[in-house]
T-cell receptor
């Protein structure tokens, strides 16, 4: 069965500092991995994905994520956080052998302090 | 990317009644997905809606409670039937932008449902 874990309910970081939001997963077959962001009172937005190829993927708003197969992780990173990055972030996983069902993590709330 | 129009954006309903949520996509898509997001929690897949066939429901969700229609490749509805306060959630429709599951999802803006 597919699963995804976001071990931190909340991440606090100062503006200008690097940020990391953690995600680990479990799937049979090769994983398709995604990050989504939900800003207050707004819908979910797709940030980035890893399907195959380079382990470091870049996405919207300066975010990037690194796929680590041995650690089954897909952590979201940004070199310099902005106050406007404060939002709820969801990691999601889909298996290429599991149909098209996408499983979402519990979410991590990011607070960036000025 | 696809644009999804979802309505209503919010509603307050009496227990025992039903609410139908509509999603209109500006392009043809094979599959549409319906999710529920309970307050402060993650997304749970309710069902996958394919045009021309019955929806596929996830464990814990049944057609009698959440009937889905998919009359064409751009439209779908989800009905929440015989509502109780436990059904209070945000309901989201989504489509897959990529081929063979390799795309990200685009979501509708959501329907915030409160059952009183």
């Amino acid at each position: 069965a597919q699963s995804v874990a976001q071990p931190e309910d909340q991440v606090n970081v100062a503006e200008g500092n690097p940020l990391t939001v953690k995600c680990t997963y479990s799937v049979s077959g090769n994983p398709y991995l995604f990050w989504y962001v939900q800003y207050p009172n707004r819908g979910l937005q797709f940030l980035l994905k890893y399907i195959t190829g380079d382990n470091l993927v870049k996405g919207s708003y300066g975010f990037e994520a690194e796929f680590n197969k041995s650690q089954t992780s897909f952590h979201l990173k940004k070199p310099s956080a902005l106050v406007s990055d404060s939002a709820l972030y969801f990691c999601a996983v889909r298996s290429n052998t599991g149909g098209f069902k996408t499983i979402f993590g519990a979410g991590t709330r990011l607070f960036v302090k000025a | 990317s696809a644009v999804i129009s979802q309505k209503p954006s919010r509603d307050i309903c009496q227990r025992g009644t039903s609410l139908t949520i509509q999603c209109q996509v500006d392009s043809q898509v094979t599959m549409m997905f319906w999710y529920r997001q309970q307050p402060g929690q993650s997304l749970t897949l309710i069902a996958t809606a394919n045009q021309g066939s019955e929806a596929t429901y996830e464990s814990g969700f049944v057609i009698d409670k959440f009937p889905i229609s998919r009359p064409n490749l751009t439209f779908s509805t989800l009905t929440v039937s015989n509502m109780s306060p436990e059904d209070s959630s945000i309901y989201l429709c989504s489509v897959d932008e990529g081929l063979e599951g390799a795309g990200g999802y685009t979501f509708g803006s959501g329907t915030r449902l409160t059952v009183v």
